[in-house]
């Protein structure tokens, strides 16, 4: 097998930063070496990276992204190649996606189709969640052959979304009581879709049908207010692991942080969007332009503290991941398809390519250490989701490596850095202090020298163990 070292560069992981490098030997990490001591253990690499100046840190690891997703009568703009190549391009060399059950249909019957769809199609390394949206004894069966056969151990539902993927508190506690007892981790998309319901429809009916009503019809108090209901019923379940997804609002991470201090097995995410978009400068535009912006949970208002609150809970960890909830539409045909009622602007962003660069854009901004960037973007999303082998630069792990260059800069937009399907930036114009450099995924170089060297087809399913924080 090839070997290649990644010489002169500092390597970063979750719990601190030292010079060293990084000897991959075929597809996995061979050693970490003092720096310049290859030579005197008699290593002769295939290849050398120079990373002098550089930081060498593992691949990211986003775990919520939805390629090619059915949802508001349309379908996410990129598919397993595409969504896949964008992650590369970004740095992220794991994604982890769903398979999705509605009423009706088979639990393992979405699980293949959902194979079919991505196998020989990525270009990094996949996993599968599995969205439970009829809970039934088949079901719940189910769901414990696939943590114990098909290495998918993580579980979502959804408290929103009435007629599409909603359930009711009695099917949410009889799935946790499932997972209670196999170990598996439940992910919640936590807000209040019936009590939504009523807004929007109220809404629209006194003709506020304008995007940002899309965030007013879904406020804080709905977000927050699910979210206890949820760790409540994870608590009856016998403290089932709860993962409460997407985070957008101060008051919802206040029930996280409350859970956790009474050591429940509660954690959550946040994504990219929460913390630097805003109803005012982005949902609020004129027109249609808002549409771009319309994801669940919505963007919250700049004069009131998420932002803040978020970044904080970050630092101090009672957000433990930060993810992108990737799922984008173009404007033209499908988030048009809600002009004159934003109730139906298919709900989704992109953002799979910029995560790495936004979030370290909070280490310049002084949100947070390299170390937690390393730690939410890497460490924390493979030990969550049980990636054994992925986020951390340790001999026998993956080696899915990213060099970042700290001294260049990035320019986000579609005609700048964006390798995204959609026909819009989320991130127009926004400028990172900081560039994606050299990209590994399983020892082969995928980007490198503003090239892409990947393929279609090199990106391998992973089966995952269980969550490693659980009590």
Same mark, same amino acid.
């Given at each position: 097998?090839?070997?290649?070292?990644?010489?002169?560069?500092?390597?970063?992981?979750?719990?601190?930063?030292?010079?060293?490098?990084?000897?991959?030997?075929?597809?996995?990490?061979?050693?970490?070496?003092?720096?310049?001591?290859?030579?005197?253990?008699?290593?002769?690499?295939?290849?050398?990276?120079?990373?002098?100046?550089?930081?060498?840190?593992?691949?990211?690891? #986003?775990?919520? !992204?939805?390629? @090619? *997703?059915?949802? %508001?009568? &349309?379908?996410?703009?990129?598919?397993?190649? =595409?969504?896949?190549?964008?992650?590369?391009?970004?740095?992220?060399?794991?994604?982890?996606?769903?398979?999705?059950?509605?009423?009706?249909?088979?639990?393992?019957?979405?699980?293949?189709?959902?194979?079919?769809?991505?196998?020989?199609?990525?270009?990094?390394?996949?996993?599968?969640?599995?969205?439970?949206?009829?809970?039934?004894?088949?079901?719940?069966?189910?769901?414990?052959?696939?943590?114990?056969?098909?290495?998918?151990?993580?579980?979502?539902?959804?408290?929103?979304?009435?007629?599409?993927?909603?359930?009711?508190?009695?099917?949410?506690?009889?799935?946790?009581?499932?997972?209670?007892?196999?170990?598996?981790?439940?992910?919640?998309?936590?807000?209040?879709?019936?009590?939504? #319901?009523?807004? !929007?429809?109220? @809404? *629209?009916?006194? %003709?506020? &049908?304008?995007?940002?009503?899309?965030?007013? =019809?879904?406020?804080?108090?709905?977000?927050?207010?699910?979210?206890?209901?949820?760790?409540?019923?994870?608590?009856?379940?016998?403290?089932?692991?709860?993962?409460?997804?997407?985070?957008?609002?101060?008051?919802?991470?206040?029930?996280?942080?409350?859970?956790?201090?009474?050591?429940?097995?509660?954690?959550?995410?946040?994504?990219?969007?929460?913390?630097?978009?805003?109803?005012?400068?982005?949902?609020?535009?004129?027109?249609?332009?808002?549409?771009?912006?319309?994801?669940?949970?919505?963007?919250?208002?700049?004069?009131?503290?998420?932002?803040?609150?978020?970044?904080?809970?970050?630092?101090?960890?009672?957000?433990?991941?930060?993810?992108?909830?990737?799922?984008?539409?173009?404007?033209?045909?499908?988030?048009?398809?809600? *002009?004159?009622?934003?109730?139906?602007?298919?709900?989704?962003?992109?953002?799979?390519?910029?995560?790495?660069?936004?979030?370290?854009?909070?280490?310049?901004?002084?949100?947070?250490?390299?170390?937690?960037?390393?730690?939410?973007?890497?460490?924390?999303?493979?030990?969550?989701?049980?990636?054994?082998?992925?986020?951390?630069?340790?001999?026998?792990?993956?080696?899915?490596?990213?060099?970042?260059?700290?001294?260049?800069?990035?320019?986000?937009?579609?005609?700048?850095?964006?390798?995204?399907?959609?026909?819009?930036?989320?991130?127009?114009?926004?400028?990172?202090?900081?560039?994606?450099?050299?990209?590994?995924?399983?020892?082969?170089?995928?980007?490198?020298?503003?090239?892409?060297?990947?393929?279609?087809?090199?990106?391998?399913?992973?089966?995952?163990?269980?969550?490693?924080?659980?009590?």
């Amino acid at each position: 097998m090839a070997t290649t070292l990644i010489s002169g560069g500092t390597v970063v992981s979750a719990i601190g930063r030292r010079e060293a490098d990084v000897l991959i030997d075929g597809e996995s990490i061979a050693a970490i070496l003092a720096p310049g001591h290859a030579a005197a253990y008699g290593i002769e690499p295939d290849t050398t990276i120079d990373a002098t100046g550089k930081y060498v840190v593992p691949g990211g690891v #986003d775990a919520h !992204v939805h390629m @090619s *997703l059915p949802f %508001g009568g &349309t379908v996410s703009a990129d598919d397993f190649d =595409t969504g896949s190549r964008a992650a590369a391009w970004g740095g992220v060399t794991t994604i982890v996606d769903f398979a999705s059950q509605t009423v009706g249909l088979d639990v393992r019957e979405t699980l293949a189709a959902r194979h079919e769809e991505a196998a020989g199609e990525c270009h990094v390394d996949y996993a599968f969640h599995q969205i439970i949206g009829d809970v039934n004894e088949t079901s719940l069966e189910a769901m414990t052959h696939l943590v114990e056969n098909e290495g998918v151990t993580s579980f979502k539902m959804f408290m929103a979304y009435p007629g599409v993927f909603y359930s009711d508190d009695g099917q949410i506690l009889r799935a946790m009581q499932n997972a209670s007892e196999s170990g598996a981790l439940m992910m919640m998309h936590a807000e209040n879709g019936i009590a939504i #319901d009523v807004l !929007v429809a109220q @809404s *629209l009916a006194a %003709g506020d &049908t304008d995007p940002k009503f899309h965030s007013y =019809t879904r406020p804080e108090e709905l977000e927050s207010e699910a979210t206890h209901r949820a760790i409540k019923l994870s608590r009856v379940a016998g403290n089932v692991p709860l993962y409460i997804v997407h985070m957008s609002a101060s008051e919802a991470l206040e029930e996280v942080s409350r859970a956790q201090h009474m050591g429940l097995n509660v954690f959550a995410e946040t994504c990219p969007q929460y913390l630097y978009l805003s109803i005012e400068d982005h949902l609020a535009q004129p027109g249609f332009e808002g549409a771009k912006w319309v994801c669940s949970t919505p963007l919250r208002s700049k004069h009131e503290h998420h932002h803040r609150d978020l970044w904080k809970g970050l630092r101090m960890n009672e957000l433990a991941v930060v993810s992108t909830d990737h799922c984008p539409f173009c404007m033209k045909d499908q988030k048009e398809l809600g *002009l004159g009622d934003f109730s139906k602007i298919p709900n989704g962003m992109g953002g799979v390519e910029h995560r790495m660069e936004l979030i370290y854009q909070g280490v310049v901004m002084g949100e947070m250490t390299l170390e937690r960037w390393v730690e939410t973007c890497c460490t924390t999303p493979a030990r969550m989701f049980g990636l054994d082998k992925k986020g951390v630069l340790e001999p026998g792990a993956d080696a899915d490596v990213l060099v970042w260059d700290p001294n260049s800069k990035t320019r986000i937009g579609i005609d700048d850095k964006h390798h995204m399907a959609m026909d819009h930036s989320s991130y127009e114009g926004f400028e990172v202090d900081g560039k994606v450099d050299t990209v590994i995924s399983r020892g082969r170089v995928v980007v490198q020298n503003d090239t892409y060297l990947g393929a279609k087809g090199h990106g391998k399913f992973v089966k995952r163990g269980l969550n490693r924080y659980i009590h």
